[in-house]
């Protein structure tokens, strides 16, 4: 699978098999992935190939069924994977009748379907599937926005909210990557997840050691951001940061930084925001500092991590997988705490975690440059991590796919 799993671009295609949605639901042994429409390639679909994957070595057949495919996900994939691509793109009314078309000749004894987040549980529960399972990526506190402050649209959420908790109540199993995704799914849905920690995949080389060496820089300072740039992430809010580190001395670096080390932030991501923040950069003198590389392949997102001492991820997110990869790299990393996987890493000097908002980063980027820059975390190894198999044996344990 590619590694570049946030932004990265398609290796050597495999063998795709396109059925249509009536063929491939008779056979009863298979076992549905749901997305609603794939637009692009980030952690969740990467998370559900790793799942395909894992299943299909265990002699477990499955398929992934969609609305629609807009990046063709498997160029991603090691692995031949099928797909039932439903083609109903437009209209609420034309995806849940072809949603309905699919599951008719499916008898009962057939493998419930596992639903990728919260729009397909809200198709399936509307659709009057019940016990399926879901592995929600996020909650609407995470995805809402704008929607949530509108009496409209926080009624829509509302509404949608009760009929996906009761959708999950049905006997299926709801799983998160995080004890923050569960009390959420409890306070939104009021169903209790099971938590099973999503893993880093290893390089192409083969596993990466349990206690990688730590990186030590030395005369330049390399720090890396892997995601879509995207206004969630809050590049923006590092690019700020790190200027304000460049113009002042901030405590505990007793000199503005460039006069204690040669800088550089690396972005491997492609997104919207890119040319926003490219002119963000520049208006605060840093452009000459702050890299857009866009999409990066396999190799040359190896590479970055090699030449990598500080990994940051200031964005909350469900779980946040790129932490967990720099970690398998002995990189440190920055992340919010209402990002999931620092339930794993609230102990230990590899990781410095940001309590709130923009306001705090740049004192906490500080106290991070300033633990690599003494080699702090060199006294300690790496924080244990699980990898995508042993979470992909998990879901399939819960789900019941395997004893």
Known sequence: MNRNAMVGEAGNLPKVSRMSGTNLSRNIDAIPIFLCEIEQF?????????????????????????????????????????????????????????????????PKTAPKPICSGYQPALHSTLEGLRGFHCLMHDTPSLFAGELSRTLSGGLRITVSNRLIGYGLGTGGKTIVTSEYLRSECRRVFRVDAEIARMGGISTSEGSLPAHPAPKSPADRLTMLSVCRVEENKRIDWMIRALAALERDAVSPLERPLSTLVDWHLELAGQGSCTAKLQALAQSLDIEHRIHFRGFVSDQALEAMYRESDLFLMPAIQGYGISAVEALRRGIPVLLHRDSGVSDLLLDTPWATVLYGGETELTPVLARAIDGVLRESHQHRAPPSVPTEDEWAEKVSTLCGWVS
């Not at 998370?47 to 063709?72: I, K």
């Open 42 to 106: 980030g952690g969740a679909e990467r998370s559900l190939l790793a799942l395909s994957r894992w299943l299909t070595e265990q002699g477990r057949p499955n398929y992934f069924l969609t609305y629609c495919d807009h990046c063709n996900l498997a160029q991603y994939a090691s692995h031949p994977i099928q797909m039932v691509v439903l083609n109903a793109c437009s209209g609420f009314r034309n995806k849940m009748a072809a949603l309905r078309r699919h599951f008719r000749d499916r």
